[in-house]
Structures are given as structure tokens and as C-alpha cells.
């Protein structure tokens, strides 16, 4: 079984530019993740863009959209900023029945201590392989339903609703 | 819903001992390693031991086996050393049918640069919420059945038999 | 022998705020880098503030001034950011002659992957013991005089000139 | 002015094998250091060996010697374990009196977490440039002369005698 990973960017793949003083993007961390983790899961993967998630166009989104749809793969997880995380899994959530999609993201970059993202990996990865057809959100352990999940930003946790 | 986490020890939990230059187990990482993965799973754990699964006896196992069978929990995570990982999978396996129950432990020790650790237990918990009733192993990214895994240890991964 | 280590902030002490996503200061990293590099010097350290070193003031660098000239120690650490840290060092390098004060910061924060922080703590601390009586900068693995030195902020490096 | 590091091994550069489980020598790690510390210092190193010192021999002991005498470098740094460092040292500082020659070595692996390696390096580069010809340990934070200094094996630190 083959699975898709779509790469949009988010805090997980934001680095320290020494230069600057600034966290930016410069190249995605998934395949170093993947080695890190020793994962022997079949996966392709396709960088769609960098960006942190306040700056995702509507555009983007349909990207996002239609390139769940037209990949072969049934199961797709896809990187994603946390603060419109939910919004892209609604707009896919309403249009994609027939795959499982699993969104996840990080809170703390992979390249900063203490970071959440390879934990998340981990569980969108597990996730996607055992849930049955939808669109779900795998945050802080949890597998959220796409459309009874909220971001709780002052507490910088995903929360059922 | 509330998951029960078992500790029993493996690799995941050895730290460097600076005066003798071993590896030895100091306490459990989990509580360290749940608040590090930004977790808000519902989680009562309990360490049975600290072991290399080398050296776990029937007696430890058994032990393990009526922990899985007496907990109020519906859905149960191990801790447990790569090595004899799939005959503690496969005891549990045989008698618990009436629960979800993922073993994970790692190749590489939390405590090392590099560690598997934090996203195979992302793996671990993810699947435990996922999963229909059973027995399963959570490594290197995939989810195994307990009855068709084993170890190679030549390559050091899980593989479908 | 003590050395007076006195912390004035610098990229050195930011961290990650994940809820905002802006790298910003909550205390000084000090006492756990001296732990961390099994430090047995005797130490007593003052946290004068936590700036990044473009918005240190001129009354700001007369306190630093004024503790160097005040403490009992003739050893005398300051950690600082690297922006300004030069401006600093000839400030007190023109007014303090009979003592050995050696500044040093880091490039990337202790809180990151890869950070040069613990190097230039090793680096400044061996300095400041090892040297005659004078302000010193130590970065990048060299100990350079006060009134010899510059950052080039396009390569990110401390040169002589 | 160029600085010769002369690699033998020690703690430092041990690795985790995960198919082993245990600690064991796989390259030297100074190259990878040297990065992460955003040296600038002029360095020529060359590979002894790669052992932990207890395994060192005196036809080992008499090649870091005549190493130490033969290269052109004035000053000259050596990575070493930690158990016989006082040894070598020893041998060295009877021998050589017109270079600086310092030893430092890490009491945990730099692939560890917290290991002491970067900022033991750091001591070391700054000590080599800073002190007058003599045989030296950067250890702990501190520059101990080779004939004034002991491991204390129960806590394990150096300490002056």
C-alpha cells in the first residue's frame, strides 16, 4: 500500500536563518523525518509549496484539493500549518469521500528542541492506515474528525467541538 | 476515552551512565516523552518494569498479560524491547480479544540524538484509537498484526510474514 | 579562583514561543549550559538583563560597564548579543585595564538545533582563565582583542581587522 | 596560525549501534564538531586511532608523542579518552617543552543527549591559543596543568592535586 504526502509547509519546516534572526523556509524536512523515524512505509511525496498557513491563498487550497483527488493513492496525509489547518480539511472533508486524508502539522518547528513534529508524523502515518475513508486531523495524540475539531489558539492545542 | 500505557522497558528507555560507560535504565521517559509530543490523550500508565526484553522471564510476561486483561481500559498501549517484542505481541494476542492492544518500543534510545522513540509512540497512540479490536505492533511506521510481524534483526526493522 | 559571569540576553537566550511563532527571551539558559557542560568553575552569575543586543542602550551599557568594574572578581564573563557585542567590548576595553573580561554570545539559540552556544560558553570560560588582563570577544573559536575585531554580518562571523 | 588536532578517540565519538545495542567507534565526529561551532580556526587534523583509552597501548601512547613532536604546528590540540587522559598527558609534558599541547575528551558521546563534547572542544581551542607552551587538560571548564591533575573516577570529574 502506497501513500501520498503532500507538503505545504508550517511551522514544522521552519528554520533559524543565523544571518537574519528569522525562522523561514528553506527546503522541507520530510525525508529527513522519514529516516529519522525509520520508517519502512512505501511513500511518495510531492512539495506543493512552503508557506505558513496564514498566507495560504484560496488557490492554494484548491491545489491541495485537487491534487488529493487526482493522486492514485488512497490514503494521503498532507503537511500543513496549524492556524487554518481546520479550513483546508473542511474544504477537503466536503469534497473527498472516498480516501482517508490526514492532516498534521507541528507547534514547534522540527529544527527547535522539544519539537512535536516527529511525534505527529507518527501518528498521521499510523492514522492513515487505519482509519476508514475521511478527513481527519492527528494533533497532540489525537485523531480528530475534520469537522469537529477547532484550533484552541490561546492554548496551542487542537480540541474537539 | 481514557488509555492505559504498560512500561516495561526496552532500548527507548536506556540513558548513558557517564561513570561506567553503559547503557543502563534510570526511570521511565514517557511522562517526558507524552509532555515533549504535546499529548492530551487521557492516558493512566504504570510501569511494570524496566528491562532489555532480553531479559524478560514467562514471569514478567504473564504479568503483562493479566495487566492487559484486568485494566478497566478498553485500549492499551506496551512499552516493550524490540527483541522479544512479537512473543509478548503474540502471547497477548492468543488470550485478549476483546481490546486494542499496540506494543511499540524503539531502535534507538530517547535519550540518543536520533531516537525513533517519539514517533513510534505517536504511531503507538494513534493506532490504539483507530484500531478494531486486536493485537498490534507499531514500528517503523507501519502497523502490524501480531500474528504476521517479525523482527529482522539483521536490518534492525519489523516485517510482515 | 571565581569568575563573575554577568548575562545580558542575546540570541543566544531566545526561545520559541510556540503560540505566538516570534523567537523571543523568558529567562536566562545560563544555569542549565553550565550543567549541561558538567562546569565545575566557580561561578557567580547575574543576569543584568535579557536583551537582543540592537535595542541594548547606552545607559544599558554602562550598567555592564559599571559591573565589570564594581565586582571583587578579576575574571569576568559577559554573555551579549551579537550585533552590538563589539560596541560593548570597546567600551569596556578603553576603561578597564586590570582585569581579564571576555564576551561571547552565540549565532544560533541554545534552545536550536546546532547551536554554537555551548562551544563559545566553553570557548569564553577557558579564555578568561587563560588569558592576561584585557577585553576579549570569543567566537568562532578565536579569541580576539577588543579593538582588533568585527562582525561580518553577511558571512555571520567574527574576523580580525 | 594554524592549530594540529590529533583525533585517538574516547567517549566522544562513540555511537550508538542499534543492531548491536551497544556503544561502538564508527569515524571521528571532529569534522561534524568543528560545523556545528562555526569554527573559523586554521586546523589541520589527522586520525590516530579510535579507541577508548583503557584499550590505548604505550606503542599507541609513544605514536601520539612523536606525532605531537614531528608536526609542524606549535600548538596542537588532542581528542582522548577520558580514563587515561592524565596518562598521555603525562607522557607528553615530560617531553614536549616548546609547544602548547591540549587534551580534552567528553564524559558523554557527542551523538548523546547533553553531552559536555562541544563545549570541552570549545575549552580547548581557546586554551590552546591562549596559554603558554606547556602540556594541558580542558576538562569540567577548567585548564589544568598535566602534572596537577586527576580524574576522579566516583564523580567523574578532574580535579587538581
Redesign the interface.
Known sequence: MQIKILVTGG?MDKV?N??T?E?TFSASHLGQM?E??????NIDSEVLFLK?SLDITSEDRDLILSKCIECNEGRVVITHGTDTMVETAKLIGDQVKNKVVVLFGS???Y????S?A??????????V???VNGVYI?M????FDFDRVEKN??L????NI
Chains 1, 2, 3, 4 share one sequence.
Do not use: C, W
Request: net charge neutral; proline share 2%; no cysteine.
Open positions: 511551522t533559524y543565523e544571518l534572526g525562522l522519514l529519522h523515524s525509520r520508517s519502512t512505509v505558513d507547534m514547534i518547528p529544527s527547535i528542541n522539544k512535536d516527529l511525534f505527529n508524523l507518527g501518528a498521521a502515518l499510523s492514522a492506515q487505519s482509519k492527528a497532540n495524540g489525537q485523531v489558539k490561546a496551542g492545542i487542537f480540541e
